[in-house]
């Protein structure tokens, strides 16, 4: 080996020690020093970028890591793992694209078939782009191949709860637990799916009472009669009616006293 590459060598295993020790700064300096090496062999820039990105990831500046994991995909085009990361970095991103997201899953299920992480969190990206049932099928297919996964299990979860599918999404946490009963995780999961089926059925069950009072305007229809024009007067009969509306009015009188 030449002492170039060794020193190449070197400088990425320093970055990489970096890294592991949560110097973010540091290794992503060392970083931009090695790609700004005209020598740099591309498997090796190829790294540095998916290093960089995923730094820049986990920091939460999303066009930065896009910026790298781009690079990286252009030197390693069928790199599975780079086009997941860069997935996740529109993903996670507020100001980022879904359909995006979507595609780049897709492109890393495509180069690796068999990782059911990468199939799930296309599925989800799927749903959120209202490719419904293209998500779910996706989803379920990928917790098939991992039902005792936790990160797929996660993914799963969260599809298809924000798929509307509340049922599925008990019927593959309740056999995630039962293979794995004691896994603290999965009762997390667990509990959070528990929790959204009961939401969703305290909100079906409040759009059924409040049905009647949207046909009528969102007045209240009050059970109750009144008597009006006084009491009734020997001889005659209290003139007697139901009231169909009741409407709040404004108390002018008291908000001109507030206001002096």
Not at 47 to 64: F, S, T, V
Not at 131 to 154: C, M, N
Not at 204 to 226: H, I, M, W, Y
Request: aromatic share 4%; with cysteine.
């Amino acid at each position: 080996m030449s002492r170039t590459l060794t020193i190449l060598h070197s400088g990425w295993a320093s970055a990489r020690a970096l890294a592991r020790g949560g110097r973010r700064v540091d290794a992503l300096a060392l970083i931009e020093r090695l790609l700004g090496r005209p020598d740099l062999p591309a498997p090796l820039a190829a790294d540095a970028r998916r290093l960089a990105g995923e730094l820049e990831l986990n920091a939460e500046r999303y066009a930065a890591a896009r910026r790298h994991l781009r690079a990286a995909a252009a030197l390693e085009p069928n790199h599975a793992a780079t086009h997941y990361r860069l997935g996740l970095a529109h993903e996670c991103d507020p100001h980022g694209d879904d359909r995006r997201a979507a595609a780049r899953f897709k492109k890393a299920s495509t180069l690796e078939p068999g990782n059911p992480l990468y199939r799930a969190a296309f599925g989800r990206a799927a749903v959120r782009c209202d490719r419904v049932k293209t998500g779910v099928r996706a989803l379920l297919a990928a917790v098939g191949a991992a039902p005792g996964d936790v990160p797929v299990l996660r993914e799963v979860v969260g599809g298809l709860l924000e798929a509307g599918k509340t049922g599925a999404a008990r019927r593959v946490a309740a056999r995630a637990r039962f293979l794995r009963p004691e896994d603290r995780e999965l009762r997390g999961i667990w509990e959070r799916v528990r929790f959204e089926n009961a939401r969703r059925r305290q909100q079906n069950e409040r759009s059924k009472q409040d049905a009647p009072f949207a046909t009528d305007g969102e007045f209240v229809l009050l059970p109750f009669v009144r008597v009006v024009g006084g009491p009734a007067r020997p001889g005659t009969a209290g003139v007697i009616r139901r009231d169909r509306l009741s409407r709040p009015r404004p108390h002018l009188a008291r908000l001109h006293r507030a206001d002096r």
